[in-house]
């Protein structure tokens, strides 16, 4: 089994050539991504293996159908960078459905306290040795009210850590978790109930038709004054613009992205001698009260460890037995995901 792996960083290596270990795979690492102008590289592969920021699109799954490729695994959960209904018939798609849901939400939790508590400022002033404490006040998080967006296995372990801090729970999900709500405190309800009533907003759904910008300027504008909005799932939840300005405002207390709409030209590489053309992303993060991170949430040694694990397995599975129950799209049949020649 040849693998053609995309997008490759030093610690993807570490923990797929440990997967892979003793394994009949072979895998050839490329730091590039995978697009229109790289697909050729998978010349003489048996499958792609790729990430969230490489593209899999009508070209690049027509070019893969002529060079013989008919897998491509996906080592991430989120597939909203692959035309999922154009690839039904042509090609696999595999995924790695869960890897730890801690990380991400442990790192949601991680940029809210930052963020409240003004810690990054304090780094930066007693570093050179200013311990003024003028500007520094926050809130507690005791007794505050956390809208959660999205209640699968991520969203659920932050509300886990939330109410580990006292806080109270809206939720929304349009396939309720059974057995999750109390009715006191952890509710679902509306989104319009759910910004109008939360203290903080934090992301943990899919992204799709439906969930496109569902902090848009309108929902903005239905939040609480001063509602802190956590993003670590995918970028496109959350206008930019609108955030943008929601914080000049003041409708918006503070933001904590891990995750930004245009975000595959520019993170998990270093512009730090560069100027950046991005003007949005420019301008949040000169915000004083925005933290951006890299989309690292995912990034722990057991989140690496698990996705290398499952996607090795994935791969085993389909060139093995035929089957893999992480199949989003069959090329030639349909999964639970795929119904009348739709994939979701």
Known sequence: MRIAFFDTKPYDKESFQAASSGKDITIKYFETKLNEDTVGLAKG?????????????????DRLCELG???????????NNVDMKY????VHVLRVPA???????????AMLLTSIRRIHKAYIRTKD????????TGFDLYGKTVGIIGTGKIGRVFIDICRGFGM?????????????????????????????????????????????????????EKCKKGVVIINTSR????DAEALLNGIKSRQVG???????????ELFFEDYSGHIVEDDTLARLISMPNVIVTSHQAFLTKEALSNIADTTISNLEGFFEKGQCPNELCYRGGTTNDCKDGKCF
């Open 235 to 238: 970028g496109a939840l959350v």
């Open 129 to 136: 040795f200013n311990f003024s404490l003028s500007g520094m």
């Open 69 to 79: 490729v008919g897998v491509v695994a996906l080592r991430c959960a989120g597939f």
């Open 45 to 61: 592969f048996d499958a792609v293996c790729v990430f969230v920021n490489d593209t899999v699109n009508k070209e690049v799954i």
């Open 254 to 264: 503070a933001a904590c992205l891990d995750v930004y709409e245009e975000e595959s």
């Open 87 to 90: 690839a039904f018939g042509k």
């Open 168 to 220: 109270k729970v809206l939720a929304y999900d349009k396939f309720p978790a059974d057995g999750l709500a109390d009715g006191e405190n952890i509710k679902y309800v509306s989104t319009d109930e759910l910004f109008a009533n939360s203290d903080i907003i934090s992301l943990h759904c899919p992204l799709n038709d439906e969930t496109y910008h569902i902090i848009d300027e309108n929902s903005i």
């Open 99 to 109: 890897y730890s849901p801690y990380a991400v939400a442990e790192h949601a939790m």
